[in-house]
C-alpha cells in the first residue's frame, strides 16, 4: 500500500556515469515533484510536473532531465555525474483542489553517492 | 524571495519536559504552511497545514499554531519517539511559485529518556 515509492533506495557510481532514478505513486495525484537534499538536510525543489507537464524547473544543471510518461510517474535522469551530485533525491505528489495546493507526500528517497 | 527560518537548530528534551520549535517567514502572501516530520534515512511525513494566522492544529502531543510571521510547533510531555527533525515550508500565493514550497533547514529534536 505504498503511496510514493522511489527505485532503487541506494545508488552508488562513479563520475562521469549517467543514471536514472524512477519514481511512482498510487495516490492518485496530479502533481509530482523532484527534491533534492543535500548533507545539511537542506530540502530543495528541483522539477514539478503538474498533469505531465513541466511547471518548475529551477536552476539546475541540464545534466538533470525529469520525464513523466504519465500522471501516476516521474523520472530523473542525470547524465555525466559529478561529485557534486551525491544527495539524497526525494519525490512527491500532490493535489490541487479550487487553486489550493494541498499537502506533498514524499517518497523514501534515493541516496546517490558519486564516487 | 521567500524565506523560511527555523530555530533552533537543535533541541536536546528530556521526556516530558515540553517545548515549542519555531518557523519564521517571509513570503509575498502565504497560501498554506506545512510541518513535517522526517527520521533519519526516510522521507518527510506530513503532521499539519495551517492556511491562515490564528488557526491551530493538534495531533497527540503536537500543537501547530500560526501568526502573520511566523508558526510554532508545540510539544507537550515529549517521549524519545518524538525524536526526529521537524520541517516547515510555505507555499507562497504568487504567481509563478504557486506550486513551490519553500523549505526551512530544520530542527533536530532529541528527546532522552
Known amino acids: 500500500d505504498t503511496a510514493v515509492s522511489q527505485t532503487p533506495k541506494y545508488l552508488v557510481t562513479q563520475m562521469g556515469n549517467d543514471k536514472s532514478i524512477k519514481c511512482e505513486q498510487n495516490?492518485?495525484?496530479?502533481?509530482m515533484y523532484w527534491y533534492k537534499q543535500d548533507s545539511k538536510k537542506f530540502l530543495k525543489i528541483m522539477f514539478s510536473?503538474?498533469?505531465?507537464?513541466?511547471?518548475i524547473n529551477e536552476t539546475v544543471p541540464n545534466r538533470f532531465s525529469p520525464k513523466s510518461p504519465d500522471k501516476a510517474h516521474l523520472n530523473l535522469h542525470i547524465n555525466s555525474l559529478e561529485l557534486g551530485d551525491s544527495a539524497v533525491y526525494f519525490c512527491?505528489?500532490?493535489?490541487?483542489?479550487?487553486?489550493?495546493?494541498?499537502?506533498?507526500?514524499f517518497g523514501p528517497g534515493t541516496r546517490l553517492t558519486v564516487t | 524571495e521567500d524565506q523560511v527560518t527555523q530555530s533552533p537548530e537543535a533541541l536536546r528534551l528530556q521526556e516530558g519536559e515540553s517545548s515549542s520549535l519555531n518557523c519564521s517567514y517571509t513570503?509575498?502572501?502565504?497560501?498554506?504552511l506545512f510541518w513535517y516530520r522526517q527520521d533519519p534515512g526516510k522521507g518527510p511525513e506530513f503532521l499539519f497545514t495551517?492556511?491562515?494566522a490564528g488557526e491551530e492544529k493538534e495531533k497527540e502531543r503536537l500543537k501547530a499554531t500560526l501568526t502573520k510571521k511566523e508558526s510554532f510547533l508545540h510539544i507537550t510531555a515529549p517521549k524519545p519517539e518524538d525524536s526526529a527533525t521537524y520541517l516547515c515550508?510555505?507555499?507562497?500565493?504568487?504567481?509563478?511559485?504557486?506550486?513551490?514550497?519553500?523549505f526551512g533547514k530544520g530542527t533536530l529534536l532529541t528527546v532522552n529518556p
Open positions: 510536473y503538474n498533469n505531465k507537464e513541466l511547471i
Open positions: 513570503v509575498s502572501g502565504l497560501r498554506g
Open positions: 495516490l492518485g495525484h496530479d502533481t
Open positions: 512527491a505528489s500532490s493535489n490541487e483542489l479550487w487553486g489550493i495546493r494541498y499537502e506533498q507526500y
Open positions: 495551517l492556511y491562515s
Open positions: 515550508a510555505v507555499h507562497p500565493n504568487s504567481g509563478g511559485s504557486n506550486y513551490k514550497l519553500t
